[in-house]
């Protein structure tokens, strides 16, 4: 994190409670994992958080408030009821969050709620772009505000974003029957990192973006315009210092004595969850209950201490969640109990932190089992919490934690049979065992805390935002296409190397529906007409293409990538060195690809056959092509061959052949003044390669290239050669002296 830079932390949240006690208004810190980790951040030098602070103010005490918590470094943004009724409760609570915790069916979609959400975001928007600057750093966390990131960039469109998911992110099948999934990922293409807790989550946020709004992506990043947008993993912790301290405390030990004799000295079982769907607790009474029956030996000698947090118990779900629960305890209780022994100790309220330390030091087993859950940190607060290295984890394959935390017994919650066995395991696991589990996962999270949460997180956005400055540097702006066009000008001896598809004109899902249009033939024939230049097209079609859409000018052509070459008036000419031998056995292979992939086709050309999967089902064209790389990639290892992989198609030609090696046969003929080449994929990075250093070389897109400047897209080269052709026009500048000489 670059210490110059003020950074702006945004969440639903401050980290403040409000209360009011006879008319004056008291300020009291949150205890939770955010404001403990974040507290690192805002809290030096004139760092800021910005957030709700958690209660309705009254008109005339927002000014006070205003300045109360700007001492605290704090900036309110102040909610009606409504806004929290329709925004928090509404979209955040009843929309996204049992959709993206896997429960579709209990979402409401109310365009209300939806309208509160955006105006919402927006009154974010505007309460940041109060204070915020294009050098500062935007850090903005969670569902709540999935819109807020594009609403900062368009109007701050230098500065950086940072933008975090505290829940999961669900898989594309969920997350498509959300009416308005595309607006919520265009608002989060504003981030220049978006991060979650693990990379399933990651997965399914590019899948969505892919399927959803065509955004093309390479490894774990987004191509969003001429920005490229790191989605990755940052699995959040704890304070673990803070947790170990606070377990060797006197109190907590007190609290732990205590407590043991409170259960007789059994065997302690613990869960503490708040009250939610997702947190698998009807399942785990379930389980819990299966393992009396199948024990009946342990009836009396184990303990389950229960403690749930209350959570929106006015909403109907919870309701009849809590209805459920209460249900199960006192059958469970009323079931098994005897006169001294109660199976459930079940309390449903929230505990202090140091009688939450005492029940993680005291308990033999944590069960940590939700339905779905993005990381779930009481799993690491009972690690932190483990002095004497014993206790075993039970914990939930459906966690995020459990990423991490290998060493726990791993659970699937909806595996109730199971699920009991597994706390007869826990409970009966040597010390041995218990103790090398627990130090590895002790060393894990001591090693991975919040602290290196948040270093990490901003780490990657110094460094994404490094990388697409200087990306930006070399994106073609209107004053370098001037000065190129002033170098042409000046050029007596001119070498222009064009590839054509994505370059000259746009992919088609048709292959043979790429025709030059008018616009394209006239450019070229301007071009290729002036007595100083060469103008060569260097493309991967078949030749006999080439020579029907653009044979009729007085260009030079390469084709097949370098495989065959034709001058201006002369006839197609081939390599000497080519052989077929090998077409039969990768045909074969291709076409048992095609048959199982629909949209799929073979295009055969006369040294090279290419594999297309532009028409295929987005995701089934991708898992196709891997499929048939690994396939082919051992035939072809020692027989000289290689695999090209290109926009939506696989190629597979001689090794001997490329652009680069073609392009010599022009570099080595004469020698030029003015060298400009420019092509859109990795078979263009051999000619950029073999081009002098003086040469211009643009790449079209964003990816990684060896080519000095960029342009976003094919209309870009376009403006481009239109420029190029009315360079005398704009040589007659005045400033074209000095122009030339920058450009030089």
Known sequence: MNPEKRVLIVSNRLPVKISENEGELAYQNSEGGLATGLGSVYKQGTNVWIGWPGAVIEDGQKDQVREDLKELRLHPVFLTQQEINDFYEGFSNETLWPLFHYFPTYSTYNPQYWESYKEVNQKFADEILKVATKD???????????????????????????????????????????????????????????????????????????????????????????????VDAFPISIDYKKYNELAESQQAKRNERKLKQLINHNKLIISIDRLDYSKGIIHRLEAYQLFLEKHPELRGKVTLIQLVVPSRDNVQKYKELKEEMNRMVSEINGRFSTLGWQPIQHFYRSFPLHLLSALYKAADVALVTPMRDGMNLVSKEYIASKLDQKGVLILSEMAGASRELSDAVIVNPYDIWDFADKIYQALNMPEDEQKRRMVAMQQTVSKFDIFNWVKNFMDKLTEVKANQTALSARIINPSIQQKIGIRYFYG?????????????????????????????????????????NTVVITSGRDYHTLDNWLGHLPMDMIAEHGAWYKDHGKPWRSRRDLTNDWRQEIYHVMDIYSRRTPGAFIEEKSYSLAWHYRRVEEGLGTLRAHELMADIKHFISDRGLQMLQGDKVIEIKSIAVNKGKAAKRWLERDQYDFIIAIGDDHTDEDTFKAMPEDAITIKVGTNISAASYFLKSYEDVRKLLKELCNAEEAATNQDKDMLLKEAS
């Open 492 to 532: 007596m001896k001119r070498l222009i190397l064009l590839d054509y598809d994505g370059t000259l004109v746009p992919f088609h899902k048709q292959v043979n529906a790429a025709v030059p249009d008018e616009e394209l033939l006239g450019m070229l024939k301007t071009l290729a007409e002036d007595p100083h």
């Open 136 to 230: 500062d750093v935007i850090w903005i966390h969670d569902y709540q505000l999935l819109l807020l990131p594009e609403l900062i960039r368009k109007e701050i469109p230098e500065v950086s974003i940072g933008f975090f998911q505290h829940i999961p992110f669900p898989s594309y099948e969920i997350f498509r029957s959300l009416p308005w999934r595309k607006e919520l990922l265009q608002g989060l293409y504003g981030a220049d990192v978006i991060g979650f807790h693990t990379y399933d989550d990651v997965r399914h946020f590019i899948s969505a973006a892919s399927r959803i709004t065509n955004t093309n992506s390479i490894a774990n990043e987004l191509i969003v315009g001429d920005r490229r947008v790191t």
